[in-house]
């Protein structure tokens, strides 16, 4: 399980930001600890579930992305119609020059 993601490090390193005294060292104890986990918790879980929604917006936005495709290929009734037009034309081309 990830415990940090991404988009909660900016609220995390402000929060660490803010809480320090004017010496810049902060000392607590547990409990201290615990309390300040349970009061930011909620702007954590906020910013990591925003970050799993642009995660899948952008995921559905390339789904949704016509990608470009390969030309279909001819089909035989086609094939067949410019294979005969073509043996007819040298058939025809034969048979004048050998009159």
Sequence with gaps: MRSLSRASLPILFATLALAQTPTGLLTLD?????????????????????LSQATQDRVQARAATPRP???APASSSAMTALTFSTTRASSTRTSCLSS
């Design 69 to 71: 495709t390969a030309p």
């Design 30 to 50: 547990l409990l201290q600890t615990l309390a300040r986990a349970r009061q930011y918790a909620g702007q954590i879980q906020t910013a990591n579930l925003t």
